[in-house]
């Protein structure tokens, strides 16, 4: 017979270390997990915290239990309502319990393993193994460019950087320069007292031993006297700034608001946006982003305008593009600066206009950009703008990419594909 009463306590917070492992542990499932959440969230919510779901069977795991047969008491951790030897009532309804819900003919299921993911823990997962294509270094930046290196050793500076190596060395070096003279006295006191006490002693030999040891009892006195470590030995270590090539980019956000955008198209592109806003403000510390609206006509907008204005109109996708070269061309050099641009469009477009786009792609901006994306959110078939784009994009296969939204769900994986880590070769 057994006896099992585990009442261990497990405080809030206390679990990081294991939760880490799991996390670890079972990245490929939480990672399609939080794919799936994200597909289904919308503007507002599409960072927050919230319970994700993966199946049971990907956590299972073996475990040691007792054979068949005898009898066993227990109490599992975390009970707070029975002791040993405490009984409880059968449950209503049958031995079979109260069930989970109604029966059902819809075949096999699946349990499901919920927890709690946080907000860095969820945008850790989304992000991971993106980046920014073809970044590359430019010039130095302010102060914040900065960094603190190794620059040699120096007799003054503050006690948190004493170098204890060097200080030692130093208070060797002092006390072997000042008692070097005086430690080989002592050995030659030392080899002549040898010599007189092994020969027959006289009055004279005992009057020169006496002598030789005052000596060296006086020589001994002086070398302990000289301190072991004094305060001209010690070293510091000094620190030097010294500036560091820091990556400048900017990212450019073009979307389409015309006419033709219904509001579900809109939100897809939004939500498209603001997951870029996200990534590029949480991986990337030195970046500005610039904001474009256009219909006929086309605007440089702030954050809020850009994701909340409901202005409308008709459609010249290459005013954007007109609006974009000339911001380059006042703030953004591309001497200084990655440049990035990315545009959301339902692919309509006002008469020969597509053409312009093409023009001023492929002669005004691109061979200015670091990388450029384009997503076209439409079920229908492309149009003339989408056929521009694909003549651009075989012009500048490593710095144009193009992709196609159909519904919400394919903004996640859109949105991965094109800013993938490139494996370098």
Request: with cysteine; charged share 30%; aromatic share 10%.
């Amino acid at each position: 017979m057994s006896y099992i009463i585990d009442r261990r306590l497990n405080a809030k917070n206390k679990s990081t270390v294991n939760r880490k492992r799991f996390l670890e542990r079972y990245r490929k499932h939480i990672k399609k997990a939080v794919a799936d959440e994200v597909s289904k969230r919308s503007i507002t919510d599409i960072e927050s915290t919230e319970k994700i779901s993966i199946s049971q069977d990907d956590v299972s795991e073996p475990v040691f239990g007792h054979g068949p047969g005898g009898e066993m008491d227990m109490v599992h951790p975390g009970n707070k309502e029975f002791a040993k030897g405490d009984r409880f009532k059968r449950p209503e309804g049958g031995s079979g319990g109260s069930g989970s819900g109604s029966a059902s003919d819809s075949g096999e299921g699946m349990d499901e393993f919920q927890f709690q993911i946080s907000q860095e823990e969820m945008l850790e997962f989304m992000f991971e193994d993106l980046e920014l294509p073809n970044l590359i270094k430019r010039q130095l930046m302010g102060s914040e460019s900065f960094k603190y290196v190794h620059g040699g050793i120096s007799s003054v500076g503050s006690p948190n950087n004493i170098s204890i190596i060097r200080s030692m060395r130093s208070a060797n070096a002092r006390r072997i320069a000042l008692t070097s003279k005086k430690r080989k006295r002592l050995k030659a006191i030392a080899l002549l007292l040898e010599q007189l006490r092994e020969e027959p002693v006289t009055e004279q030999d005992v009057s020169d031993i006496k002598i030789l040891e005052d000596e060296a009892v006086m020589l001994r006195r002086r070398i302990d006297a000289i301190p072991f470590l004094d305060d001209f030995d010690i070293r510091y270590n000094l620190n030097i700034k010294q500036p560091t090539p820091t990556s400048k980019a900017v990212m450019f956000c073009l979307m389409d608001v015309s006419g033709s955008m219904t509001q579900d198209i809109k939100d897809i592109a939004k939500r498209f946006y603001m997951l870029l806003y996200l990534f590029l403000k949480r991986n990337y510390k030195h970046i500005d982003v610039v904001f474009i609206r256009h219909h006929t006509s086309a605007k440089e907008v702030d954050e809020e305008e850009f994701f909340y204005s409901r202005e409308t109109g008709g459609t010249i996708v290459s005013s954007a593009l007109q609006k974009m070269r000339e911001v380059i061309k006042d703030r953004y050099s591309p001497e200084e600066w990655n440049i990035y641009g990315a545009q959301a469009s339902d692919g309509d477009n006002w008469g020969e206009d597509s053409s312009n786009c093409f023009n001023l792609l492929c002669e005004d901006i691109l061979p200015h950009v670091q990388y450029y994306s384009y997503v076209e959110i439409t079920e229908r078939q492309h149009q003339s703008l989408w056929t521009e784009y694909e003549r651009v994009a075989a012009k500048f296969p490593d710095y144009f990419a193009m992709q196609k939204i159909e519904t919400a769900a394919d903004i996640y994986p859109v949105f991965r594909e094109l800013f993938a880590r490139k494996e370098v070769i």
